[in-house]
């Protein structure tokens, strides 16, 4: 059988992180994420709040790294689970045990203010500065790599 879930939202509380008898980090929060489609009657967007557990490590990295209103993408599984109420009544709660949570958002996105992180440039480098004579100055030899170049010889492939 297939349990598999993936939800991207955003926290609405900061995670709480707590250890087991044993020593176990287990962290528990809840992720606010919109439905795709609109509601008919008010045309808005409906929002599910559904409860992450994560253990381990995984517990740990995200009371290390995630707060309250930061985009997350859950990956895990739905699990139900079933309890009794201080009166004695059955009942049963739906939650995500989280296998793996990435960052679905960055750092620099979520907070307004100047961090000190500035994205690295990708695009062409700049020009090399000219030197008194008008030309461009040679370029820098490339640096020693481990890398080699692969021949592009197929003939060895058995398709």
Known sequence: MLNHIVLMGRL??????RRTSSGVAVATFSLAVDRDFASSAT????????????WRSTAEF???????????????RLQIRNWNDKEGNKRR????IADNVYFGDSK??????????????????PPAPANN?????PAAPAPASDFSMIEDDDSQLPF
């Open 12 to 17: 609405t509380r900061d995670p709480e992180l």
């Open 62 to 76: 995200v009371s290390k790294y995630f707060t309250k209103g930061r985009m997350a993408v859950v990956s895990g």
């Open 43 to 54: 045309g808005e967007k409906e929002t599910d709040f559904i409860d992450i557990v994560a």
């Open 108 to 125: 620099r996105d979520n907070n307004s203010g100047d961090n000190g992180y500035s994205a690295p440039s990708y695009g062409n480098p």
């Open 93 to 96: 709660s739906a939650e995500v």
């Open 133 to 137: 004579y008008g030309y461009a100055a």
